[in-house]
């Protein structure tokens, strides 16, 4: 059996030297040790309850999840390499949890008493990409059950990591469930022992909670705009942090390190859910599905898109806080005529006026993302959405949010309100848009006669009272911001001689390879690396404007499509595969 090494060097020349003691690090807990939590700090008290933890004894004590013997055709034991540098398990391929290729394996123990679960797991880092979540710890009530679930045994990609799971036994088993481990998993130094809260308290989580709780203090503001705080929710958390700052320094017991973590957890969500909504209350608002264009609608009590009419009373809603004591937090939403939007079952949205409003079902949450939202019903956890974009579309609530179909625009239903925001939007295009001369700037005289047409639309604002006169007013000034958006600078021709970065939207650089897909990757502080940097090469194409090559800087390869949608890098430039077009989007 592997134990911690202690090596004793003795240099008796003349006797004048003493005797040096080195000591390996300890795999597994031993009786008096102490193991540190987030929730607290015990003392190791008793013996380790595994036999055979780390596979000296072959296969002994370890069973699959068919009930046999772990099999050499699905497991073997490699004689180094392990956390401590000997012998450890490694899996061969993997399956399921009732396989020969898993691990179930259970130890009894005595309800009532407190254990720790401690073991040391390896995965390749291809193996991080999938069923790590099949490797799990279990309080049960057979040496084979997954009655409770405990936690996760913790992987790191290609480095041996630790699981330690503190936990009080309410069923005799605990039981080690190991599943799906693919050739990518290994496993050594197995403990479960007896412990015993210690004396000293474990402050680290209830620290760390404070120090959140005040950055999001810190950096949210005050104030009636939608995205800051009202003044009473800020308070209420000042203060939940003030009564955690003194449990930290006043607590006598774990238990109440931990309920004031819990208090303060408590506090921060309820924070975070008051945050001032992209609405006002008692205000009538038009909601418009971001990839139809269709107006949200209670329509015949199934809810809908329809075609946009801002007089319909069906199309204007209004949301309203939940009534106290209801199953979640958020805002109740119902129609001019006063019917409510509920989900009905799984994934249908009705509407009435009867709807029980205290119900999860037809309580929302709008997450604003700036130029949309997102409406999560708070019974589903999901968000409203359409699998169409046609007229008379049922609207689900049951959506992921991936989409555009799942996304919504929210607009005051005044005759002024489409101007307003308009307005904005114009405003915000003429201060952000470069002036001069490159093909993503434009002329001065563009912004100037942007800028023109916006205070022109200001002045009509003052004096709309009817849709016809809002809608007339907005045709002109979109009608500006087309040309506007028109007067971009023409795209010029690529030097081919130049090396260029090329940068997704999202920050990171296309980057040739060898792979079957062209990649995009980080740009290193330092500087983008040969492998992302390009020449783009004009390509003459009978019929075709702004058809370049792309060719990599690292080894001359050519960005090319293969089949009907992958890309590839390619020797050769002399398909129309490896021919694209540079084109502007959106007039930019």
């Known amino acids: 059996m592997k134990r911690s090494i202690y090596v004793y060097v003795i240099l008796s020349i003349l006797g004048l030297l003493p005797m040096a003691e080195a000591k390996g690090q300890s795999y597994m807990p031993s009786v008096g040790d102490k193991i540190t939590t987030d929730d607290g700090i015990y003392i190791v008290s008793g013996e380790n309850l595994i036999k055979n933890p ?29 956390p401590d540098g000997s012998s450890y398990l490694r899996a061969l391929g993997g399956s399921g949890s009732g396989s020969s290729q898993s691990i179930k394996t259970g130890w009894a123990v005595e309800t009532g008493k407190m254990y720790v679960f401690s073991c040391w797991a390896y995965r390749t880092s291809s193996g991080m990409n999938s069923n790590t979540q099949y490797s799990r710890i279990f309080n049960s009530n057979s040496q084979t059950g997954t009655d409770t679930q405990l936690g996760y045994v913790n992987y790191e990609a290609d480095t041996w990591a630790q699981t330690q799971i503190v936990f009080t036994a309410d069923k005799p088993y605990c039981v080690a469930n190991l599943s799906w481990l693919n050739a990518a998993s290994s496993f050594d130094c197995f403990s479960l022992n007896e412990v015993t ?53 006043n607590a006598k017991s774990q238990d109440e390190i931990n309920a004031a973590v819990t208090t303060l957890s408590d506090a921060v969500i309820a924070y975070e859910n008051n945050v001032n909504p992209p609405f006002e209350l008692g205000v009538g608002y038009v909601i418009t599905n971001l990839s139809s264009g269709l107006n949200l609608s209670t329509a015949d009590g199934t809810v809908r898109i329809k075609t946009g009419d801002p007089t319909d009373a069906k199309q204007e809603f209004y949301f309203e806080k939940s009534p106290e004591g209801s199953s979640a937090s958020g805002y109740n939403m119902r129609d001019k005529n006063g019917n409510y939007i509920y989900r009905s079952g799984s994934w249908d949205t009705k509407s009435s006026s009867t709807a029980d409003l205290t119900a999860a079902n037809a309580i929302f ?24 974009d046609s007229d008379n579309s049922a609207v689900y609530s049951n959506k992921n949010g991936s989409s555009k179909r799942y996304c919504w625009t929210l607009m005051k239903n005044t005759p002024t309100a489409a101007l307003e925001t308009l307005i904005k939007e114009a405003e915000t295009l ?83 390879g060898t792979g079957s897909n062209a990649t995009i990757t980080a740009k290193a502080e330092e ?31 050519y960005l090319a499509r293969t089949g009907d949608y992958n890309t590839c890098w390619q020797a050769s430039n002399d398909t129309l595969a490896a021919v694209g077009k540079i084109e502007r989007l959106h007039d930019q």
Request: proline share 1%; glycine share 10%; net charge negative.
């Open 527 to 557: 500087g983008a690396s040969e492998q992302q940097l390009f020449n783009i090469v004009k390509a003459e194409v009978e019929g075709q404007e702004n058809a370049y090559y792309i060719r990599s800087v690292r080894d001359g390869t």
């Open 430 to 512: 003429a201060e952000t848009t470069e002036v001069g001369t490159e093909y993503y700037q434009v002329p001065q005289s563009a912004v100037d006669a942007l800028k023109a047409a916006i205070e022109n639309a200001k002045t009509k604002l003052a004096s709309i009272t009817t849709y016809e006169e809002g809608d007339a007013a907005v045709s002109e000034l979109r009608s500006a911001i087309e040309t506007f958006n028109e007067s971009f600078n023409p795209l010029g021709e690529f030097d081919s001689s130049e090396n260029y970065m090329i940068i997704h939207y999202g920050g990171n650089l296309l980057t040739s």
């Open 197 to 249: 809260v210690s004396s000293e308290l474990s402050t680290k989580k209830l620290e760390d909670a404070i120090s959140e709780a005040k950055d999001l203090l810190s950096t949210t503001e005050e104030g009636t705009e939608k995205g800051q705080y009202t003044a009473e929710v800020r308070t209420a958390l000042q203060n939940a942090i003030a009564d955690a700052e003194n449990t930290l320094a």
């Open 54 to 82: 780390e596979f000296d004894e072959g296969f002994t004590g370890w069973t699959g999840g068919d009930g046999n013997e772990l099999s050499a055709t699905y497991f073997e034991i490699v004689d180094n390499g392990g």
């Open 365 to 388: 949450q709008v997450v604003d993302y700036g130029t949309y939202v997102q409406i999560k019903n708070m019974g589903s956890g999901s968000v409203l959405g359409t699998d169409s």
